[in-house]
């Protein structure tokens, strides 16, 4: 089983975004296990404090180090507090380092607009792994000193900025999820998706025939199976050359497959 663990401080957001249809169903039926973690249940006072101002100055409010270290502690130790009552008040980042590292070695994302961006080939990646830690940051971020002692990976949805890092684990878990083997109900119906092999897919159709005058294309209804796996690539090479040419650049097309598509541009 794929175990999620995700430092948030809106669980709520986390466990709506991603409880419903297929990655719902995948968690009801223990194909994964997704583990919230409230950060403000480790909050520094009893008025549930988590965040507190910028040093320097500049608006708004950051997360403070030392809920996210329990909160992280909490996934791996029964008792946090008494693990860091075992270690030296004071330690340097490096001995910061290799303690937690001792305490698991699963990876940690920060979800952050500055990491890397996800995409299917990295989503493909977290699939194969058996534990990933997600670090939600709201407000106007998170003490860098938490990120650095954590070794966190950032990881990015896209060039904006959200307002915290819910929505962004919603959405890369939902793509992670689907391609674990068993949650989708056939096997290698992602391999078809785009991105999968490099293309986007190519248009489809549904019942009827022919929708207020439209008509499906007539290979689709030919039941030859070998024309219309040869037509669906087609379709989908020119989906990817009109829609996503810098996709081309990295996928290497065969000859036959520069063939198909010079068709399908002189038939489109
Ligand atoms: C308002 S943002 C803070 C942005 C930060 N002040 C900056 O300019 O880089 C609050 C949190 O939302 C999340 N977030 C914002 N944009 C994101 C993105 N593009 N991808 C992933 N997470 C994002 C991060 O966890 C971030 O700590």
Redesign the pocket.
């Known amino acids: 089983m794929n175990k999620y663990s995700v430092l948030t401080l809106f669980p709520d957001i986390v466990n709506q975004g991603l409880n419903y249809s297929i990655v719902g169903r995948a968690i009801k039926e223990g194909l994964i296990d997704l583990n919230l973690i409230n950060i403000r249940d480790f909050a520094i006072n009893d008025y549930g404090q988590v965040d507190d101002k910028l040093y320097g100055g500049g608006t708004g409010m950051l997360m403070m180090a030392e809920p996210i270290l329990k909160a992280w502690l909490s996934i791996f130790k029964p008792d946090p507090e008494q693990y860091l009552a075992e270690l030296p008040a004071e330690l340097t980042l490096t001995e910061w380092q290799n303690n937690l590292q001792q305490v698991s070695e699963a990876r940690t994302f920060?979800?952050?607009?500055?990491?890397q961006k996800f995409d299917q080939n990295l989503a493909a990646e977290l699939a194969q792994e058996d534990h990933l830690v997600f670090l939600?940051?709201?407000?106007?971020?998170?003490d860098q000193r938490i990120l650095d002692t954590l070794q966190v990976e950032e990881?990015?949805?896209?060039?904006?900025?959200?307002?915290?890092?819910e929505s962004?684990i919603v959405v890369m878990l939902d793509a992670i999820t689907r391609l674990i083997p068993g949650v989708l109900p056939e096997a290698e119906a992602h391999q078809a998706d785009s991105f999968a092999q490099g293309l986007l897919e190519e248009p489809q159709y549904t019942r009827p025939a022919n929708w207020r005058g439209l008509e499906v294309p007539d290979i689709l209804l030919s039941g030859h199976q070998a024309k219309i796996e040869k037509y669906r690539k087609s379709k989908s090479l020119l989906e990817t050359f009109l829609k996503r040419s810098d996709l081309l650049e990295n996928k290497k097309l065969s000859e036959s497959e520069w063939l198909l598509l010079i068709d399908s541009l002189n038939n489109n």
């Not at 920060?110 to 990491?115: A, Q």
């Not at 990881?155 to 890092?165: A, I, M």
């Open positions: 920060f979800l952050s607009p500055k990491g939600c940051g709201h407000y106007e971020g998170i990881l990015s949805l896209g060039d904006f900025v959200l307002t915290g890092g962004a």
